[in-house]
Nanobody, 121 residues
């Protein structure tokens, strides 16, 4: 059973930065960050595949950076120039099996408990 433990959420003013971390209990082919705001569906933020290829939602391109430390099985999300519309519960997701695109939520079989990010205006 894969365990994902997120940390790094919090409250920040618009224009500020936060860094999320997600520790996994073992090797993962796909890892990614998704978010869900109140009253909205969960959406993809950024994902990274085994080969290091990354994909970002258009709304965060140029502001967020996803990275992975393979030695530590840890995923990061550096979030800069945060906006109030980035306020959401952020979830780390992963899956061991590949090859796959690591793009759709259905491709991720394991999910963390979530960490809240709140951006005030």
């Amino acid at each position: 059973q894969v365990q994902l433990v997120e940390s790094g959420g919090g409250t920040v003013q618009a224009g500020g930065s936060l860094r999320l971390s997600c520790g996994a209990s073992g090797y993962q082919y796909c890892m990614g960050w998704f978010r869900q705001a109140p009253g909205k569906e969960r959406e993809r933020v950024a994902t990274v595949a085994e080969d290091g290829s990354t994909r970002y939602a258009d709304s965060v391109k140029g502001r967020f950076t996803i990275s992975k430390d393979n030695a530590k099985n840890t995923l990061y999300l550096q979030m800069n120039n945060l906006k109030p519309e980035d306020t959401a519960m952020y979830y780390c997701a992963a899956d061991q099996w590949g090859p796959r695109l690591c793009l759709l939520q259905d491709e991720f079989g394991y999910w963390g408990q979530g960490t809240q990010v709140t951006v005030s205006s």
